[in-house]
């Protein structure tokens, strides 16, 4: 009687969960990579949530996104980084100004993708889309500089 050569996967019967926001989704991709990394096994259904991906699902999502030029080298530089320390970057420290604009922009392509894909809730992507816009440096127009009114000259 022949070997069975692949042994029955133990199925997770549970309903799985969507990630709330697409910050959450990364950071759990993050900290799962980081332990597989160090030599944890990831299997199906090991968590204590069921989640709808598996942790390599939200890397091939980067990875299409990164080949389409969706996002460029220094997006996942920074997604990197950031994820690694587990927190987004402040928009109120000047070192962390631009690495936030690049945080949020590749938070929109990773949430429009993890959408489609159902890793993500939609009603709740939508509420943190509005909720949390990107930081905008705001500088003063030429055309507003025309409109104050000149210095009085002292005689």
């Not at 022949?2 to 950071?27: K, N, Y």
């Not at 990579?33 to 890397?59: F, K, N, Q, W």
């Not at 920074?78 to 690694?84: E, N």
Request: hydrophobic share 40%; proline share 8%.
């Amino acid at each position: 009687m022949p070997r069975d050569r692949h042994p029955s996967v133990m199925l997770d019967h549970r309903d799985p969960r969507p990630f709330e926001t697409v910050e959450q989704a990364w950071f759990w991709f993050i900290q799962a990579y980081a332990a597989r990394s160090d030599g944890a096994r990831i299997t199906a259904g090991g968590g204590a949530v069921a989640r709808p991906c598996e942790p390599l699902d939200i890397l091939a999502v980067l990875d299409r996104l990164y080949r389409n030029r969706a996002l460029t080298r220094d997006h996942v530089a920074v997604l990197g980084h950031y994820g690694r320390r587990q927190s987004p970057p402040e928009p109120d420290r000047p070192l962390e100004r631009r690495a936030h604009l690049l945080w949020w922009e590749a938070m929109a392509h990773l949430r429009t993708a993890l959408e489609i894909k159902g890793i993500l809730c939609r009603d709740r992507a939508a509420e943190t889309a509005e909720r949390v816009a990107p930081f905008r440096v705001r500088t003063a127009a030429p055309a507003a500089a025309s409109r104050l009114a000149p210095a009085e000259t002292v005689r």
